[in-house]
């Protein structure tokens, strides 16, 4: 294929030293309310499925057992091994926001052997709800279709 170069990109910050380039990421981790209580939740595009953890489901959702939703003949995995799916939860979670907070319903594949410590919600939820991670100066994240109601991530590397 012949490319004819135009530009190079313009760097919105500045370069870590040679071989630190992965020290300029942050996570794209949040604060939701869930059954009334506060939880993490990370924005994960690289997942494709929304999911959690079933003993971190467990603090935050005591009786989630009793209302999986079976799940068969599909195979999880994530970057390191293979994943062991228990069944689907139907949830209710909110994002605050001083302006008005917004109320998501999704379904989590509940996972017996994932490693995360909060909630994911993956590219499957954000494609379906439009939510758009911005990666300016300024971090944030929005919500379908009002672009001018910024959530903000917590600060965690």
């Known amino acids: 294929m012949d490319l004819i170069h135009r530009q190079d990109a313009k760097m919105q910050k500045t370069k870590p030293d040679r071989g630190k380039g992965y020290t300029a990421g942050s996570s794209c981790i949040t604060n939701i309310v869930i059954k009334n209580k506060q939880a993490k939740i990370h924005l994960d595009s690289g997942s494709f499925c929304t999911c959690v953890e079933k003993d971190y489901l467990g603090m935050i959702y005591t009786d989630w ?18 994943m062991h ?43 379906i709800y439009g939510i758009d991670i911005n990666n300016h100066q300024d971090r944030y994240f929005t919500i379908g279709e009002n672009k001018m109601q910024k959530f903000s991530f917590t600060l965690e590397k």
């Open 65 to 82: 057992q009793e209302k999986l939703i079976p799940i068969e003949g599909i195979k999880f995995s994530s970057a390191s091994q293979d």
């Open 85 to 127: 799916p228990l069944g689907i939860l139907e949830a209710e979670m909110i994002f605050p926001h001083p302006a008005g907070s917004i109320r998501l319903k999704v379904e989590f594949v509940v996972m017996n052997n994932c490693t995360s410590q909060h909630f994911i919600l993956g590219n499957d939820y954000l494609n």
